[in-house]
């Protein structure tokens, strides 16, 4: 049996065999074309399907990073609101280059590798539960908080997280913290933040436990000595001389602090910074030795 042929028979022409063979190249070439044609047209389809770039990822800490959350509450008070006296200006909820400067002290401390990333985020956020320290400021008071933070922060603290509060007001080259109330109990911020804590949503009646820290803890001996309580410095005309801490379970859940500590961290007119800093690297290590802890 023949094969059958690929294509149909084409009746030749006797003596024109020569066209017929230029114009099957010509038609085998125009086939070619059209093919590449169509294949270059798919690529660049789907090379406009897809961005030229991939979406970077959000970086994530390395393995041994501890991260610390400055804490933004969804109805953040505005930076600057509150009220001064004449001629002070209005005050800061927040040091923004406090926990940068920290960082970078804390990496040129001798003989002390504890790499730590800074991120902000909500209390009901993903970062705030694998965090080894919130870190929380403010000077005017607090904003209403969210159900969802308030339980997002209880369980933080009940899962043996460890929060810093720092009630803090800013100087000036003019005044410096003359006029102000640093160091100064029971503050709107002082008040708002120990109630809520308070909350049946965070701690509740556990929240109500404050005591005094005994100048024994770990926090003024960690790394570098504080054998007088804590540096003194951001509120020089207050009547607190101690910080205060609560716990949960037997170990420190928050240090709170009327002393304006993170004024040697930020305040770009602080004066001298090494006992504020060197503190913040005793709070740092606290914090991470807590979170290694079973």
């Not at 009746?11 to 086939?31: E, N, S, T």
């Not at 040091?95 to 730590?116: I, M, T």
């Not at 804590?197 to 000595?225: R, T």
Request: proline share 10%; aromatic share 8%; with cysteine.
């Amino acid at each position: 049996m023949r094969a059958r042929p690929l294509v149909p028979n084409v009746a030749v022409p006797r003596g024109d065999h020569g066209a017929v063979q230029r114009g099957a190249v010509r038609r085998g070439a125009a086939a070619g074309w059209v093919f590449l044609l169509l294949v270059v047209t798919a690529v660049l389809a789907q090379t406009d399907a897809k961005p030229a770039t991939a979406p970077r990822e959000p970086e994530r800490p390395t393995a041994g990073t501890m991260v610390v959350v400055q804490v933004e509450c969804a109805n953040s008070v505005a930076p600057g609101a509150g009220e001064m006296p004449p001629g002070r200006g209005r005050p800061p909820e927040a040091f923004a280059a406090a926990l940068p400067n920290l960082v970078r002290y804390l990496a040129k401390v001798p003989g002390l590798e504890l790499p730590v990333q800074v991120s902000r985020g909500p209390l009901d956020g993903r970062a705030v539960a694998g965090a080894g320290l919130l870190y929380w400021t403010g000077c005017a008071g607090l904003p209403p908080l969210s159900e969802a933070e308030k339980r997002g922060l209880g369980r933080y603290l009940v899962a043996g997280g460890l929060l810093f509060a720092d009630d803090i007001r800013a100087s000036t080259p003019e005044y410096g913290l003359d006029g102000t109330d640093a160091g100064v109990a029971g503050t709107p911020f002082d008040r708002q933040f120990k109630a809520l804590i308070a909350d049946p949503l965070v701690l509740g009646a556990a929240g109500g436990q404050w005591e005094p820290v005994p100048v024994n803890h770990a926090v003024y001996h960690s790394l570098f000595d504080f054998p007088d309580g804590p540096p003194r410095g951001g509120a020089p005309s207050g009547k607190t001389l101690s910080l205060e801490m609560l716990q949960v379970r037997g170990r420190p859940a928050i240090i709170f602090s009327d002393l304006n500590l993170s004024w040697y961290w930020g305040d770009p007119f602080a004066g001298t910074r090494e006992r504020g800093l060197q503190f913040g690297v005793n709070l740092l290590v606290l914090a991470r030795s807590q979170q290694l802890k079973p």
